[in-house]
């Protein structure tokens, strides 16, 4: 079954440093976000990009962060000058075009800012 | 603004039947959304509700009420494995996620 993948699992960065974290969307998927989610808190969206533009994004999506698609299958997520308050599990979802509208999580990418 | 309200913790027996309700306050709503997540693991999708009614999926049926603003996942035939957190979420116009902060379910033998 095709699946959302994302690398690496667990990244350790200093505060200050920039960091990119990859995700891999499901291959007949046209629609890609990015959602955060704080140890013990709920789950936060961050960005969802369609047709190689940003479609939405929240208002923790600050200038610090951007992303891209830099091929026909990557996508990524760049922070800029990381804060102890960046902590956090970084998950990629994507879904497909048309009626699907389910959105498929990858297994996250646990960052940690010292 | 965007407003998820579900509750934090319920607990069941293990063979029993258990109702998780959320309510909902968004702007652009496109749909609701049951996800399940264990500890430390991503989300993953149980179902989705655009129009008023009930969708079933085996033990798993979800129900929207769109003028009420409400949603409930019912769970039949308790499992173990079925200890986790819900999420209840709503999509917005462009197919954003806003999440509840989850109910956590624990399971009893």
């Known amino acids: 079954e095709p699946e959302v993948t994302q690398t690496p699992s667990h990244q350790v960065t200093q505060m200050g440093q920039e960091v990119i974290l990859r995700c891999v969307p499901i291959s007949n998927h046209l629609y890609f976000y990015w959602y955060r989610q704080i140890l013990g808190q709920k789950v936060e969206f961050l960005v969802s990009?369609?047709?190689?533009?940003?479609?939405?994004k929240s208002e923790i999506f600050d200038d610090q962060f951007s992303v891209e698609r830099p091929d026909g299958s990557n996508f990524t997520l760049k922070i800029r000058s990381t804060k102890l308050e960046d902590s956090a599990m970084y998950f990629c979802?994507?879904?497909?075009?048309?009626?699907?509208?389910?959105?498929?999580f990858g297994p996250g990418t646990r960052l940690t800012v010292t | 603004g965007q407003n998820i309200d579900q509750p934090t913790e319920m607990t069941a027996t293990e063979g029993a039947i258990v109702q998780i309700n959320c309510t909902y306050q968004?702007?652009?709503?496109?749909?609701l959304f049951w996800y399940q997540q264990h500890a430390g693991e991503a989300p993953t999708f149980l179902s989705y509700?655009?129009?008023?009614g009930l969708e079933e999926k085996g033990r798993f049926s979800s129900f929207l009420s769109r003028s009420k603003g409400y949603s409930y996942l019912l769970l039949k035939e308790l499992q173990m494995k079925d200890s986790a957190s819900y999420l209840c979420a709503a999509s917005g116009s462009a197919r954003q996620l806003t999440f509840g902060s989850g109910t956590q379910l624990t399971v009893l033998p």
């Open positions: 968004t702007s652009g709503f496109n749909g």
């Open positions: 979802a994507s879904s497909e075009a048309g009626g699907g509208r389910e959105q498929y």
């Open positions: 990009f369609y047709n190689n533009e940003i479609s939405e």
């Open positions: 509700n655009v129009l008023d």
